[in-house]
């Protein structure tokens, strides 16, 4: 099967949707289908074919703002006819969607939503009407919508009922291989990775570990990631100035080098105040490190409260109280909790999840 994936957002930059696709290309390939990724953003200055892990990435530059974005008939740039199938990473549902809408290419099309628009409150009443309307408009073309959470199907349902939920897929076998080594690592020992934006929670996070090292020394937090503001980035320079021997920062780590970090610490805590599915969380579950997460869906619709820690970090004082309650806790009670989460993560496997797509795929197009 010969497949296109379109997105507006892929490496050098690195996040859920980025991984997403990287992944899921890969684990395609894998199974003899030939992939190729088109990447359309304003940021993009001139059109550029590469081979980016092994796959036929096209880069091409729109104009506008995104995700509200044009660009050219994509006929221009490779032969579309050879496709059997293209799969859009359009969580915005609005430039790339319209484009397709505009565009034809008489292809079947399928749509993974990855969290949709509503991360932030910002222009909430607009996003209702857009919502409502163009949104509803434009999901019609679709031969099908993948939801990537049980959260993000309960937004789309109100636009379409041609969903189908397959869950985000892990790397399970790459993360377990640091299981057994949780032991080993510093009883105080905090860590985060990901994006480092107002959504993560960030500011919650560092006022929570503000509290913690003035109460505890000897309690250290690791965060690995890019800060995707000036403001976030001027806040953490100041954080680490504050308490040099608490916290590292260190920038987005290749595999190996975030699998080695990673298995130095004991927690993974996340402050996170919107997750279209959580891939980190899940990951972070499966290389055997305590989860404390903030209580927000998805994630409490994937684990239960035996299997990672939920706090409110909205509420500052109770999150620290939490927080020195589980750091309590005995190295057995980690390792039953620890356990439960990894058996949970398990059935996350891109194995399976990259089955469910190809059976999905080999639907659509026989329709």
Known sequence: MKILMITPTYYPKIGGIENHIKELSYYLSKNNHKVSIVVVNPN?????????????THYIKAIGR?????????NNFLKLKMYDIIHIHDPHLAGISFHFYYNKYNLPKILSTHGGIFHTNKFKSLKKVYWKTVAKLLIRQYSKVICVSKSDYEKYKSLTNNLEIIENGINVSKFSKIYSLFSKAPNKSFIYFGRFSKNKG?????????ILFKKDNEIKLTLVGKSETEEINKLLQCFQLKYPKNIKIYPFLDEDALLRILSQHKFFISATKYEGFGISILEAAASGRIVIVNNISPINKIFNKDEVFFVNFNNI??????????????????????????NKVKSYSWENTVQKIEKLYFEVINV
């Open 44 to 56: 993009i200055t001139d059109y550029k074919k590469s081979f980016l892990f092994g796959i036929e």
């Open 66 to 74: 995104y995700p509200f974005i044009f660009f050219q008939n994509l």
């Open 202 to 210: 960030i500011e919650n996070l560092l006022k929570v570990f503000e």
């Open 317 to 342: 004082e109770e999150t620290v109280k939490n927080i020195l309650n589980i750091l309590s806790l005995s190295n057995l009670q980690f390792d039953k909790i620890r356990k439960k989460a990894f």
